[in-house]
């Protein structure tokens, strides 16, 4: 097993592969602009924002996956809004837990009565704070 975000595993195995590339995790942080008459605008640090991440999975019906279904599976979560663990490895990447924020699908190859055999899933997830 690669990892999992909620239960969607990543894996590869001699029945099954399923995984993720492109992974990229973006930090930023939150400023206050003060204007001030005569003069340059103060700065004022808030806080941390909420961190985001982005992968590719791409999709192989010939490598044990159902790429039509594993694409409706990240729908569902983008649909349903709830947060969940992205786990790496045996390590949780983030403090909290993580919404799937965006998901879009580009169909491959699409064979007779329209079974899709090759595709991929852009995912973005945003960080989610359960505490204020």
Do not use: C
């Not at 700065?43 to 490598?63: A, K, R």
């Amino acid at each position: 097993m690669i990892g999992f975000y909620g239960d969607i595993v990543f894996e590869t195995s001699d029945s099954r592969i399923l995984t993720f590339s492109e992974l990229q995790r973006s930090t930023a942080s939150r400023w206050a602009k003060h204007e001030v008459i005569g003069k340059k605008p103060t700065s004022e640090f808030i806080g941390p924002d909420l961190d985001t991440i982005s992968f590719t999975v791409n999709l192989n019906g010939q490598y044990g996956v159902h790429p039509r279904d594993e694409m409706n599976r990240w729908l569902i979560k983008a649909r349903n809004g709830n947060a969940e663990k992205l786990v790496i490895g045996n390590k949780i990447l983030g403090i909290d837990k993580w919404v799937v924020k965006s998901v879009s699908q580009a169909w491959g190859i699409i064979m007779s009565k329209g079974e899709l055999v090759t595709g991929k899933v852009d995912i973005e997830l945003e960080e989610y704070v359960e505490r204020l």
